[in-house]
């Protein structure tokens, strides 16, 4: 019996944490369902984007309207049905999430950390909403899970090659996602580049593969915004005030008071 005592409890953590990130998305699908529950005029932009599937639109890359598309073709095109993809991918991200912190840590962290993301007030309130940050935080957190694998497997001495594959992909989708995810590739680098056994990565195969797959899909917008005048980069810049005061102290601490009441 003690030497079934770790594998009992790695199971039961497992257990626990699933049965609570389904519970969690049984009550929001409900919500959903709801007639009181109606369209936010974004997500009625975004819907009849998916009308005309392309690799872009005005204000956006293309993802939020695939992933709407594909969610109101199964469900309908009826407000519990364009929310349905974004939804699950919050639950998706969860998953991930706990399966990065058993990675790093064990299973018991990684349950507890699945349920801790589904149950922030980010979380739950954009979880019945058809926004871009769905889509963008499920790819975000696959790529970082492509990039952890492939350090542990490194670490191990195996080929990390799929691995690297897998972070490219990711950041890719996360790019026609949200342009925000250019930040995470940067991440990478900084990373690999401060530690001297980590730098000879650079002189494999796998860092360069992941960019070359994520710049590819990448290309998809980047063609679509050259034939239509890079409306969607103007656009991108004129919201972030690039051309304005790079500095905001102000802005700044109001901005981490923010993140201090997201997670709750």
């Known amino acids: 019996m003690p030497q079934n005592s770790p594998k009992m409890a790695r199971t039961t953590w497992l257990l626990l944490g699933a049965a609570g990130l389904l519970a969690l998305l049984g009550y929001r699908l409900w919500l959903l369902s709801?007639?009181?529950?109606?369209?936010?005029?974004?997500?009625?932009?975004?819907?009849?984007?998916?009308?005309?599937?392309?690799?872009?639109?005005?204000?956006?890359?293309?993802?939020?309207?695939?992933?709407?598309?594909?969610?109101?073709?199964?469900?309908?095109?009826?407000?519990?049905g364009i929310k349905l993809g974004p939804a699950l991918c919050w639950f998706g991200t969860a998953i991930v999430m706990g399966r990065i912190a058993t990675i790093i840590w064990n299973i018991r962290i990684g349950?507890?950390?699945?349920?801790?993301?589904?149950?922030?007030p980010l979380a739950g309130f954009y979880?019945?909403?058809?926004?871009?940050?769905?889509?963008f935080l499920l790819f975000w957190s696959l790529a970082l899970l492509g990039f952890i694998n492939a350090q542990q497997a490194v670490m191990d001495k195996r080929d990390?090659?799929?691995?690297?594959?897998?972070?490219?992909?990711?950041?890719?989708?996360?790019l026609l996602s949200k342009y925000t995810m250019f930040a995470l590739p940067f991440s990478f680098l900084i990373f690999l580049l401060i530690?001297?056994?980590?730098?000879?990565?650079?002189?494999?195969?796998?860092?360069?593969?992941?960019?070359?797959v994520a710049l590819a899909l990448f290309s998809l917008n980047a063609l679509w915004n050259l034939d239509n005048g890079f409306v969607a980069w103007q656009h991108t810049s004129d919201i972030a005030?690039?051309?304005?005061?790079?500095?905001?102290?102000?802005?700044?601490?109001?901005?981490?008071?923010?993140?201090?009441?997201?997670?709750g």
């Open 34 to 80: 709801q007639p009181w529950v109606g369209l936010y005029h974004d997500e009625s932009y975004y819907y009849h984007w998916s009308l005309i599937p392309d690799f872009g639109y005005y204000s956006k890359p293309p993802m939020i309207a695939w992933v709407i598309g594909l969610s109101s073709s199964l469900w309908g095109a009826t407000s519990a």
């Open 111 to 120: 349950a507890v950390t699945a349920v801790i993301f589904y149950t922030t």
């Open 127 to 135: 979880s019945l909403f058809a926004t871009t940050d769905g889509p």
């Open 160 to 174: 990390p090659l799929i691995w690297w594959l897998a972070a490219g992909l990711a950041t890719g989708l996360g």
């Open 195 to 212: 530690s001297p056994e980590r730098r000879a990565q650079f002189r494999t195969l796998g860092p360069w593969l992941a960019g070359v």
């Open 241 to 263: 005030k690039l051309d304005g005061q790079t500095l905001h102290p102000g802005a700044l601490i109001e901005f981490w008071a923010a993140q201090l009441g997201i997670f």
